[in-house]
């Protein structure tokens, strides 16, 4: 395999990283890893509730907090997302893990993402908030997102949705907890006999594959991998990859498929469900996720997938690069197909407003870009589905 053409980096990164080198230069990687961890959550929670202020969506979406019990006698938070005025009705839902190598990320920091979501997409969202390095380390994340799981799986009335219609998806680090949670749902099904209860998968940016199993044999060369190629790229370069999976410990063996699910067998792939993939091409983790997305398309799953040649990873959190639009777009246009029935269908359900709002809309021209209840705005509404 050899996927180093899309590893260059792009003229729009080019100009954006020469028009905000200040910005890219700051680093908080002199810190002991738990200030970094308190700074960048900080730092997302406030611009995530600035969001949602500024946006309107704390009026569109309702949310609510579910503590759930973990196998090691422990408990997580779940947080769900509904719009307001669909009531009560069972919706599709979204199993949602967030990103930031294991380390970063909160139930607040996904505010506004979770919102924009359940309000643009008409469906309830659950984030599962896992617990995160250097608090736990070894494979706890991991089990915290199957026992999130199999609660939301198991309560999906409680929830408010519609259990035919379930749909699991992470970005980042949460494409791993992703991948381990479908690969688990799978086995289950196939042991018991009984119908898996995810209907897709959305991969975006994932890390499928611990560094220290990485299959360097199946590439055209160890230098056109992306570890390699992209080693000193944007965001997160190789001291802040190794960094993550040293915070992670070395209790496990690196080519567990808990710990590494894009080293499944093909065979043992067949009869996932659809997966949708977001892979940027300036990203160390971009051979992992088209790697994976290979195996599964020639173990006979439907899969789509969306390549942003020459972006870094999470480029998206960056709202002044005019990709960043299309990676909302894409976000979107991928978690409809995964939703999709068997023959591709998708029947839109637009937002449903309240009253006054309908009212406003009524009386409004179709071409006022200030129309209430629209999508977010291009400079507000990416910070959706950030690192």
């Known amino acids: 395999m ?17 028009a905000n080198a200040a910005l890219l230069a700051q680093s908080d990687d002199h810190l002991p890893p ?10 997302r929670t406030t611009i995530a509730k600035t969001l949602v202020q500024t946006t309107g969506l704390g009026n569109l979406v309702i949310t609510e907090d579910h503590v759930v019990p973990t196998r090691d006698g422990q408990s997580i938070t779940l947080r769900s997302y509904r719009p307001i005025w669909l009531g009560s009705q069972p919706l599709p839902g979204y199993v949602y893990f967030h990103g930031g190598g294991f380390v970063f990320g909160s139930l607040d920091t996904e505010l506004f993402n979770c919102s924009w979501l359940a309000h643009a997409l008409s469906m309830t969202v659950v984030h599962i908030c896992y617990r995160h390095t250097p608090q736990v380390s070894g494979l706890t994340p ?4 199957l026992d999130g799981f199999e609660w939301v799986a198991t309560n999906t009335e409680t929830l408010g949705i519609d ?5 699991v998806g992470g970005i980042s680090a949460g494409g791993s907890l992703t991948a381990c949670v479908v690969q688990s749902e799978m086995r289950r099904a196939r042991e018991n006999g009984a119908a898996p209860r995810i209907k897709g998968q959305l991969l ?18 160890k230098e056109k991998a992306s570890p390699v190629q992209c080693a000193d790229a944007a965001i997160i370069p190789k001291n802040r990859m190794d960094l993550f999976s040293k915070l992670l410990g070395s209790e496990t063996d690196p080519s567990d498929l808990t710990w590494s699910p894009g080293l499944a067998k093909e065979e043992d792939l ?5 997966t949708a993939f977001l892979v940027s ?13 290979q195996k599964l398309k020639n173990a006979g799953v439907r899969t789509k997938v969306h390549i942003f040649p020459g972006l870094p990873h999470a480029f ?4 002044q690069l005019p990709s960043h639009k299309r990676w909302n777009e894409v976000m979107l246009g991928c978690l409809r197909w995964a939703m999709a029935g068997e023959d591709g269908w998708i029947v839109e359900v637009p937002p449903v407003l309240p009253p006054l709002m309908e009212k406003a809309a009524a009386i409004t021209t179709s071409t006022d870009p200030a129309i209430i209840g629209a999508s977010p705005s291009d400079t507000i509404a990416g910070a959706g589905n950030s690192l």
Do not use: C
Request: charged letters at 15%; a negative charge; zero cysteines.
């Open 2 to 18: 050899d996927f180093s053409e899309w590893g260059a980096p792009s003229k729009e990164w080019l100009a954006f990283a020469a």
């Open 34 to 43: 738990l200030q970094q961890q308190q700074r960048a959550n900080l730092t």
């Open 142 to 145: 991991w089990h915290d997102a």
């Open 163 to 167: 259990a035919s219609r379930l749909v």
């Open 204 to 221: 975006g940016i994932p890390n499928l594959v611990h560094n220290l199993a990485y299959p360097y044999d199946l590439f055209a060369s």
């Open 270 to 274: 067949r009869g996932m469900p659809p």
């Open 281 to 293: 091409g300036w990203d160390p983790l971009r051979d992992e996720g088209l790697m994976y997305a």
């Open 316 to 319: 998206n959190a960056f709202i």
